[in-house]
């Protein structure tokens, strides 16, 4: 049997599920999750360049929308405290939102 590769996000549990709630979300709803990621990530002293993000193919679910893409990428390389406390920030406002437009 094949095993599948592991995604970077699937090391931390709430980070893989905090992912795919996001990716579920509708493409509005991930745009203004993906502004409070960055808007979150000025509070902290972390930078990093995304000059290297587009040396791929765009085939990935988040790299249809550049803001999304620019938030998986600073999530990516944020240290694990931040990626967590993120995580738990996104499963809340992304449930929360969607419970306010039911």
């Given amino acids: 049997m094949e095993k599948r590769q592991q ?3 699937d090391a931390d549990p709430v980070l ?3 992912i795919a709630v996001w990716e579920k979300a509708d493409e509005e709803l991930q745009t203004i999750c ?13 930078k990093m360049s995304l000059e290297d993000q587009y040396n791929y193919i765009l085939r ?10 620019h938030a998986m990428e600073y999530i990516k390389h944020a240290p ?7 995580a738990l920030d996104i499963i809340e406002y992304i449930e ?3 419970e306010e437009n039911k």
């Fill in 34 to 46: 993906a502004e409070y990621v960055l808007d979150k990530l000025k509070d902290f002293d972390f």
């Fill in 16 to 18: 893989s599920r905090a």
């Fill in 80 to 86: 694990f405290e931040l990626r967590h406390e993120l």
């Fill in 7 to 9: 995604r970077w996000y």
């Fill in 96 to 98: 929360k939102m969607e």
């Fill in 60 to 69: 990935r679910w988040y790299d249809k929308n550049i803001k999304v893409s």
